[in-house]
């Protein structure tokens, strides 16, 4: 009977263990997010009635996508700051698509996107920029070549590419074979395309 009471007790002092260490999770993370729509603050024009309905909504998505709210408000400020003040927030979703489709980090995805933006001219297209994104998903599915390696070659070599005539999803092709076939890294995928595409401009 004195060990049931124990284990009755244990139990008790078990859930309430999880409920503080859970509050304290919740704390760190509104104190946080806190923190990042203040920066906004700082660039934007937001009023706080605004600034208090992105905090909102930054949970509601990041939920919906399986992600951190931090990583949306995070993308929201990186696309702000970069003059995407207007589709900043439909662009910080697709961040977060990005995120969880190819499990990348949220500065790999903001790089990718603002990356193939600027060199095909897109003006921040969420239906351009949407189409790339799925389609260099569909080719990492196909091909043993990583999302973030994808994007991180695409960031290096995209605006030579644009430059040189060569479309996007072409592009996506080529660097997510050199990857597969190479299994080297993104980053220096991306700088051997682009010394390529200058080679042949030579020629």
Do not use: P
């Not at 760190?28 to 203040?38: E, M």
């Not at 040189?164 to 072409?170: C, S, T």
């Amino acid at each position: 009977d004195m060990l049931g009471h124990v284990s009755k007790i244990s139990s008790a002092f078990g859930v309430a263990s999880i409920a503080v260490n859970n509050f304290v999770k919740s704390l760190k993370t509104l104190k946080y997010n806190d923190t990042i729509l203040t920066e906004i603050s700082k660039t934007s024009e937001m009023t706080k009635q605004q600034l208090r309905g992105l905090g909102d909504e930054a949970f509601k998505t990041a939920s919906k996508y399986g992600q951190l709210s931090s990583n949306y408000l995070i993308a929201v400020q990186e696309m702000a700051r970069s003059g995407y003040e207007e589709t900043s927030k439909e662009l910080g979703k697709l961040s977060l698509l990005a995120q969880s489709a190819g499990d990348m980090t949220a500065e790999s995805a903001n790089n990718y996107l603002l990356a193939t933006d600027a060199a095909y001219k897109y003006g921040g297209s969420i239906e351009k920029l949407n189409a790339a994104r799925d389609g260099a998903n569909y080719i990492s599915n196909k091909n043993s070549a990583t999302l973030t390696d994808i994007a991180d070659a695409t960031r290096v070599s995209a605006s030579f590419a644009a430059n040189a005539g060569v479309a996007i999803d072409e592009l996506t092709a080529a660097e997510a074979t050199m990857l597969a076939v190479t299994k080297r890294g993104g980053s220096e995928i991306g700088r051997a395309f682009r010394s390529i595409v200058l080679n042949l401009q030579q020629v």
